[in-house]
C-alpha cells in the first residue's frame, strides 16, 4: 500500500467505502469505513480491549481522541457521554471525513473531528483515549503523545493501549521519565492499558480550558 499509509495526510489509494459493525458490551455502532484509513475491515483488537477495559472518565470535561481512524473510540464515547464534547484528531483527511459522515448518521452532535492544528491551542482535555499510531517511529509517536499529554486538565488522565512486543512498558518507563506519572491498569490478550497523568508541575497553567465542559 505504498504512498497511502493510513498516517498520511491524504492517501492515495482508491477510495472504497464499505459497512462495519462496532459490538461491545454496552452497545453497537453502525460505522462507514474506507481504503487508506487503520484497520478498515474490523475493530482492531487494540482498540477494542480499550473501549471494553478502559476505565471510564474520572473527571467531567472534553474527551479527545488522538489518531482517531474512521472514529470507533470518539464515536463510542460519545454515545456513551453525549453531553460532553469528544474531539476526534488525526492527520489522514480521509479518517476525518469518516467521523464527519458517521457522528452524522449517528446523530451526535457532540463529536468534532480536527486536523490536529485546527484544535483551539486553548482547549484543554479531561480525558484522553488513544490506541497510538506506533508505527510513526519512536521520535515522532514521542512528540505526538508529549504534546496531547500537554493538553490534559491538571486533574485529568489519558488512557494508552499498546502492545507489549510494540514496547508498552519502554513506553510506560519513558513517559515516567519525562514527568508523566504513567501506570499499568490493565493487560489484556497481549495489550497494556497505560494511565498517564499530566506533570504536576505543569498543572496550575492548565485551568483555563475547564470552561469548554458541558
Same mark, same amino acid.
Given at each position: 500500500?505504498?504512498? !497511502? $499509509? ?18 461491545? *458490551? ?15 475491515? &474490523? ?12 476505565? $471510564?472518565?474520572?473527571? &467531567? ?18 454515545? &456513551? ?18 467521523? &464527519? ?14 486536523? /490536529?492544528?485546527?484544535?483551539? +491551542? ?10 497510538? /499510531? #506506533? ?11 508529549? $504534546? ?32 508523566? *506519572? %504513567?501506570?499499568? #491498569?490493565? !493487560? ?6 497505560? +494511565?498517564?497523568?499530566?506533570? *504536576?508541575? %505543569?498543572?496550575?497553567?492548565? +485551568? ?7
Amino acid at each position: 500500500m505504498s504512498g !497511502s $499509509h493510513y498516517f498520511t495526510g491524504a492517501p492515495e489509494v482508491a477510495s472504497e467505502r464499505r459497512p462495519i459493525t462496532v459490538s461491545l *458490551p454496552d452497545l453497537t455502532l453502525e460505522l462507514t469505513t474506507d481504503a487508506g484509513v487503520f484497520s478498515r475491515g &474490523r475493530l482492531d483488537p487494540g482498540t477494542r480491549i480499550l473501549l471494553e477495559h478502559a476505565p $471510564h472518565p474520572r473527571v &467531567r470535561g472534553p474527551i479527545l481522541d488522538v489518531g482517531c481512524g474512521y472514529g470507533p473510540i470518539a464515536l463510542t464515547w460519545a454515545t &456513551r457521554r453525549k453531553r460532553l464534547p469528544v474531539w476526534a484528531v488525526d492527520v489522514n483527511e480521509r479518517a476525518l471525513e469518516l467521523v &464527519r459522515l458517521n457522528a452524522g448518521a449517528l446523530g451526535l452532535g457532540n463529536v468534532q473531528a480536527a486536523l /490536529p492544528d485546527d484544535v483551539p +491551542e486553548d482547549l484543554r482535555f479531561a480525558t484522553i483515549y488513544s490506541n497510538p /499510531p #506506533i508505527r510513526i517511529g519512536k521520535a515522532a509517536l514521542r512528540r505526538l503523545l508529549t $504534546h496531547w499529554l500537554g493538553r490534559l486538565t491538571p486533574d485529568g488522565s489519558a488512557f494508552l493501549v499498546v502492545q507489549k512486543h510494540l514496547g508498552s512498558d519502554s513506553l510506560q518507563k519513558w513517559l515516567n521519565e519525562q514527568g508523566y *506519572p %504513567t501506570s499499568r #491498569i490493565a !493487560s489484556v490478550n497481549g495489550f497494556r492499558i497505560l +494511565e498517564a497523568r499530566p506533570r *504536576p508541575e %505543569t498543572g496550575e497553567g492548565s +485551568e483555563s480550558g475547564r470552561g469548554t465542559t458541558s
